[in-house]
């Protein structure tokens, strides 16, 4: 195959154009990657937006060109046309570095797009060995994903389905060890690269093994984005279920109420049996005045609690006479006391205001 038809429509300066695309986009990747600005920063951000223009623009010019066809093999494909086989995967990956949350999904998809377009061209191609993902509905909006194709998007093992997880943990273990041995050989072919006396082969080899790479690199993206996938269109439709919600009616205030002070009063705070008021305050008071019990009456000794006392002493020594003269009804009376108090206990006769 040539290395460029020039049978299209497409200047001769086209191809050092393109060149130069790739070559700059692939720069503003490995810059992003390996910043340690904050990805959301807008200088971040605006070098993202950069490098995918350019790098989408190379991909347009390799589409005009026609580099690639699914009739050749790996080996037929020129040294200068093989790098160009990266586009789709440093599209994604400057895709995936985008941080609008509004458009995140949006986002996600359509790296995962670039990344199957890649991993589809490298599978025609026999680059190396895997098992490509299953393909979501891509016909499909932003907004119009459903829980059917969330069940297509990567086959997930059951649970119980030992054979299947084993098979995916021993694919990682084998991506990783592969990973790790090709990034060891990138290294070593790299400063032959850039020093610019690299020959054809180690060219060749150069941008095989970065192809190698992004293979498992992609696999890896995929899987990701799948679970990611998954939780931003369930929350998109947790967010489209509340919005379509219609909103419940404002409940009406609630009116004061107040307890009369009868039959309601007495069902909620009952009787207050046994302290019921016998009189009012006010009878209370003139009963007290009339006795002359009041303190401002000046006369504290007839005081009711004076009064009392007196009278029990008066009481206690008219018993003290009538027993000195032997009367028998009060010995009579005495000693059917006594009787009565051996055969009862204490209090057993005051039942008054007990219930």
Not at 117 to 129: A, G, Q
Not at 228 to 249: H, N, R, V
Request: proline share 5%; glycine share 4%.
């Amino acid at each position: 195959m040539a290395e460029y038809d020039n049978t299209n429509d497409v200047s001769a300066a086209e191809p050092s154009k393109l060149s130069e695309l790739l070559e700059r986009g692939w720069k503003i990747f490995e810059e992003v990657d390996g910043t340690n600005e904050p990805l959301a920063s807008t200088s971040i951000q605006v070098l993202v937006k950069r490098g995918i223009s350019m790098l989408e623009e190379a991909s347009s010019m390799v589409a005009l060109l026609d580099l690639f066809s699914r009739n050749e093999e790996l080996e037929e494909i020129a040294t200068a046309d093989l790098k160009y086989l990266l586009l789709p995967a440093l599209l994604g990956a400057l895709t995936m570095k985008q941080t609008s949350r509004d458009k995140r999904l949006e986002i996600v998809r359509a790296a995962r797009a670039y990344f199957m377009d890649f991993l589809n061209r490298c599978k025609e191609y026999n680059v190396s060995h895997f098992e490509l993902p299953h393909v979501t509905n891509e016909n499909a909006g932003p907004d119009e994903a459903s829980e059917n194709e969330l069940s297509t998007v990567t086959p997930k093992p059951c649970p119980s389905d030992l054979v299947s997880m084993a098979k995916q943990r021993q694919a990682k273990i084998e991506r990783y060890r592969e990973s790790k041995e090709l990034e060891a050989r990138l290294s070593d072919v790299r400063r032959a690269v850039d020093s610019g006396q690299a020959d054809d082969e180690v060219s060749r080899d150069f941008y095989h093994l970065n192809v190698r790479r992004w293979v498992n690199v992609c696999l890896e993206e995929i899987e990701s984005i799948d679970q990611e996938m998954e939780i931003l269109t369930k929350m998109d439709g947790l967010k489209q279920g509340a919005a379509k919600q219609s909103p419940q009616p404002a409940r009406p205030p609630m009116k004061p109420f107040i307890l009369t002070k009868d039959a309601v009063q007495a069902r909620v705070f009952g009787a207050g049996y046994p302290s019921l008021p016998t009189v009012t305050v006010d009878e209370w008071y003139d009963q007290h005045r009339k006795r002359g019990a009041m303190p401002d009456q000046g006369i504290p000794g007839t005081v009711a609690g004076v009064e009392d006392t007196h009278v029990k002493e008066m009481e206690e020594e008219d018993k003290e006479k009538k027993a000195e003269n032997d009367d028998e009804e009060s010995l009579l009376k005495a000693r059917n006391w006594d009787d009565w108090k051996e055969t009862h206990r204490k209090g057993y006769g005051n039942r008054h205001n007990m219930g």
